[in-house]
């Protein structure tokens, strides 16, 4: 198949994250499941040999692949395996190794490169280790920073996405220290437009109804608590209203969550990490997955991290994975099927 070709089923690039997490676990876990398997082209980065590791490791008898010989040219009806780096690569579920590090951002890399120039339709990245993979090539915190430079976004937005809970995030990996001294009008606009734009775009939700929550506790008490709800937020969201978006706040977190007000709203924006993952992650950790909106292309991953504490003992849950390679299918069939609106003045 030419990487041209119309083709009716996604391909979508799956790297294997840190070799000696529980990235490779999940990902051949997920893909046992033919239901899933039948519904897109699987093609794996990371090396045939960690997979046969895995196997035998997870006692997983039926699992077949088949090498890509040339670019773009991959099996229809099986898992595609890219190898990315040494064979000899040496796997320790559970062990911090700056050999898998690297690994793990040449998978990562070769992926990126192959969604680019249109040999695959996704994206979807097992987790890494922000320690292992740090190196000249990835001073990042994470793979969104990364993924945002690649492909050239100016904006981008690290979005959580749960069967009822949507949660953007204005700030990811900063210290909570510097939160406040990073939030300014124009930051949190510019994340809530690239909100408001993937609920439109990727999730087909014609006027998204989105809610802001506040940064200090009772949402600043009228100043008394921190003046940035009364500088910052509240004229923001009274500029929105005037636009006509469908924004409330800003809404103090604590009873926000616990009153499941978020039911009432397409997506929340958070002002920072833990405000918005902790109530995420007690509601939709089990099927949870992060989606970097505001890119050109469609990338997923799941919620969790590289677990080195169950890596390798057969425990890692792939809901998440499997949500994750959902989300992604999901995503591309609706770009397929979207109308071009018409411009108005």
């Not at 071009?340 to 003045?345: G, L």
Request: hydrophobic letters at 40%; charged letters at 20%; a neutral charge.
């Amino acid at each position: 198949m030419s990487q041209h070709a119309q083709h009716t089923k996604p391909r979508i690039g799956i790297t294997l994250g840190e070799p000696n997490g529980i990235g490779p676990e999940v990902v051949l876990k997920a893909l046992l499941d033919h239901r899933i398997t039948e519904q897109f082209i699987p093609v794996l980065y990371g090396s045939g040999r960690a997979i046969a590791y895995y196997k035998k490791q997870l006692n997983i008898e039926e699992f077949n692949y088949s090498q890509v010989r040339q670019r773009g040219q991959y099996a229809s009806k099986q898992v595609n395996v890219i190898n990315c780096w040494d064979e000899n690569l040496e796997i320790n579920p559970g062990k911090i190794s700056k050999e898998t590090g690297k690994a793990s951002f040449d998978a990562l890399q070769k992926a990126c490169e192959d969604v680019k120039e249109n040999y695959l339709d996704a994206l979807v990245t097992a987790p890494i280790d922000k320690q292992s993979i740090h190196s000249e090539n990835f001073p990042f915190a994470g793979h969104t920073g990364f993924l945002t430079q690649y492909f050239g976004a100016t904006e981008s937005l690290m979005l959580m996405i749960g069967e009822k809970l949507k949660v953007g995030l204005v700030t990811e990996h900063i210290p909570l220290q510097n939160v406040a001294a990073s939030l300014s009008e124009e930051k949190i606009l510019s994340k809530y437009r690239v909100l408001e734009k993937s609920l439109k775009e990727d999730f087909g939700i014609i006027k998204p109804k989105i809610a802001l929550l506040a940064l200090n506790p009772h949402a600043g008490d009228n100043g008394l608590i921190g003046k940035e709800e009364e500088e910052i937020l509240k004229p923001l969201v009274n500029k929105l209203k005037n636009e006509n978006k469908l924004i409330a706040g800003p809404f103090p977190a604590d009873g926000f969550f616990a009153a499941g007000q978020y039911a009432k709203f397409d997506a929340v924006l958070a002002l920072y990490h833990d405000q918005g993952l902790i109530p995420f992650k007690s509601i939709a950790f089990e099927d949870g997955v992060n989606f970097t909106a505001g890119l050109s292309i469609i990338r997923t991953s799941p919620d969790h991290g590289t677990a080195y504490n169950i890596a390798g003992k057969n425990m890692a849950n792939e809901s998440s994975m499997r949500a994750a390679i959902y989300l992604a299918i999901d995503i591309w069939k609706k770009k397929q099927n979207q109308v071009v609106p018409q411009i108005t003045h």
